[in-house]
């Protein structure tokens, strides 16, 4: 990993968001943005925003509504179960609020339902096969390493939009200075 010198000082918190720094070297993580829904002291879970699935949501869950929806690929862990961040909140029995006005699952049948009486639904809510998750202390130690930058303060409309597939890059360049070179490198340096 290449040193780029930046000093971290985000504080790391549900709702953060973690960008990968350029040259992180790991076959899963290389240029993720990562929603963290949860940090505690005995670890830290969240989704990968810009990696998704090719098959289509009725292929995980057959009595689903017919809908549009990408599956993201939320993170190496647990990969044979879907989850869902969404915007709808208590209308969804048992979500667990998170932050930024996202809530984690809930009731399924309800979504099912909601989604089934109204479709448009579908942008306030982003699914996702499996999670990234890091046991006690190794995000910070990771933090440490300086393989994650922090953002918070992120808008709800960046975490559940599946359009954007440069949203690694787009990040970067909003952070602006070295960041928004650093956006430009290669994946590989050596194919430069």
């Not at 647990?78 to 979500?95: A, Q, R, V």
């Not at 998170?98 to 309800?110: A, Q, R, V, Y």
């Amino acid at each position: 990993m290449i040193d780029f010198n930046f000093e971290n000082t985000a504080e790391l918190k549900p709702g953060s968001v973690l960008v990968s720094e350029p040259f992180l070297a790991d076959d899963y993580f290389t240029r993720s943005v990562i929603f963290l829904c949860d940090h505690n002291d005995e670890g830290s879970f969240g989704f990968v925003l810009n990696k998704y699935v090719e098959n289509n949501l009725t292929d995980f869950v057959k009595d689903f509504p017919d809908t549009t929806a990408r599956v993201g690929l939320g993170g190496p862990v647990d990969t044979s179960n879907l989850f869902y961040i969404h915007s709808i909140g208590e209308k969804i029995p048992n979500s667990i609020p998170c932050s930024n006005g996202l809530f984690i699952g809930g009731d399924f049948e309800k979504l099912k339902e909601i989604l089934l009486l109204d479709p448009s639904q579908t942008n306030r809510i982003r699914f996702f096969i499996g999670y990234s998750g890091w046991d006690k202390g190794q995000l910070t130690h990771e933090l440490n390493e300086k393989s994650w930058i922090v953002l918070n303060d992120t808008s709800q409309k960046l975490i559940l939009d599946t359009s954007n597939e440069n949203i690694w890059k787009e990040v970067m360049q909003n952070l602006g200075g070295k960041f928004k070179v650093m956006s430009q490198f290669p994946i590989n340096p050596s194919d430069n």
